[in-house]
């Protein structure tokens, strides 16, 4: 069974319904690549979860929309790879919009940039157009344009008219990454929270989550 997802210029792609969640969440046992990571390394990692090199660079696309902290890549403007400077991949233009986002010295507040920096609020191959031109705000996106392994993908996604299908098939393919089956997991009643577990408490039947007082048995 299938539903359909609608991107934010109106493209739809299918989505795979029935996949279950787990009755644990804990930020320990994320596992996400580094911003700073490599694309050798980046490839291995997707491959490992069976995703190709075309894969990743599609889903890296996702960065089209949302903001990175400034903590994430402030080194590639100060220090990059501890030599005292910028990452000289970026565009001069970027690295005055980084420096006036992301000064050198803040003691309150860690800002952040779009990683799309021409349309931040829309799905479109906007990201790898700018990357192209050095504007790649992350590390990884800005390797991905200019890597033997992804710089020839992302010259073809600039010029493919069927980015919005491609990328879905994408998204389609990471649903399919670690599927919980027989009888793992849940399916939750809200996506926020792990379901409530029926316990005796008081002689009487009640409700908890794995996230409530008094604690779960």
Sequence with gaps: MS????TSEGKWYH???GRRDGKVSLASNVSLPDATISVFDSTKFFASK??????????????????????????????????????????PWLLV???????RISLIFDNTYPLDVKTPSLIDNSYF????????VLQIDQQIALNELTKNIVHDIVNDPYFYTKFGEAMVKL???????DGQGEVRKSC????????????????CTTFSCPPCP
């Excluded at 599609?58 to 403007?77: E, P």
């Excluded at 919009?97 to 000064?103: A, R, S, T, W």
């Excluded at 649903?175 to 089956?181: A, P, S, T």
Aim: charged share 25%; proline share 6%.
């Design 129 to 136: 157009q700018e990357i192209k031109k050095g504007n790649g």
């Design 192 to 207: 926020r929270v792990v379901n409530k577990k029926p316990f005796i408490f008081g002689g009487q039947q009640v409700f």
């Design 50 to 91: 069976n995703l190709t090199p075309n894969d990743m660079v599609y889903l890296l696309g996702g960065h089209t929309v949302g903001v990175a902290r400034c903590s994430l890549f402030k080194d590639r403007i100060y220090n990059f790879n501890k030599t005292g400077g910028p990452d000289p991949t970026m565009s």
């Design 97 to 103: 919009e980084l420096k006036d986002k992301c000064p």
């Design 3 to 6: 539903v359909s997802s609608q």
């Design 15 to 17: 989505v795979e319904t």
């Design 175 to 181: 649903g399919r990454v670690e599927v919980l089956i």
